[in-house]
């Protein structure tokens, strides 16, 4: 079992940055893909970035060149690094993580535990 918790959402301008972080409170990310998700008001949740247990990445097309993925497994979280956030940013990010040993995944049936999520908005 595996509860994550996703902090680091706000209210930001366009062009401006932000770091979500996502934090396992029970159960280890070591050796998990970790994927990070949104979802827009009106709009079916879509895949952003993804992390492998050796650091492999994997993101959309729209935040290559923006965003980063990290994780740290000491510290047993993983990070996304956004920058220049746009208007089509803004949605409710989360956090998820599949079974032990399994790779990217860029669709949400790859992955089994899900954080609460937090929101992300971009003004133009």
């Known amino acids: 079992q595996v509860q994550l918790v996703e902090s680091g959402g706000g209210l930001v301008q366009a062009g401006d940055s932000l770091k979500l972080s996502c934090a396992a409170s029970e159960g280890t990310i070591t050796s998990r893909t970790m994927g990070w998700f949104r979802q827009a008001p009106g709009k079916a949740r879509e895949f952003v970035a993804a992390?492998?247990?050796?650091?492999?990445?994997s993101y959309i097309d729209s935040a290559k060149d923006r965003f980063t993925i990290s994780r740290d497994n000491d510290k047993n979280t993983v990070n996304l690094q956004m920058n220049s956030l746009k208007p089509e940013d803004t949605a409710v990010y989360y956090c998820?993580?599949?079974?032990?040993?399994?790779?990217?995944?860029?669709?949400?049936?790859?992955?089994?535990?899900w954080g609460q999520g937090t929101q992300v908005t971009v003004s133009s």
């Open positions: 992390v492998s247990g050796s650091a492999r990445t």
């Open positions: 998820a993580a599949r079974e032990i040993s399994y790779g990217i995944s860029e669709t949400m049936g790859g992955y089994i535990y």
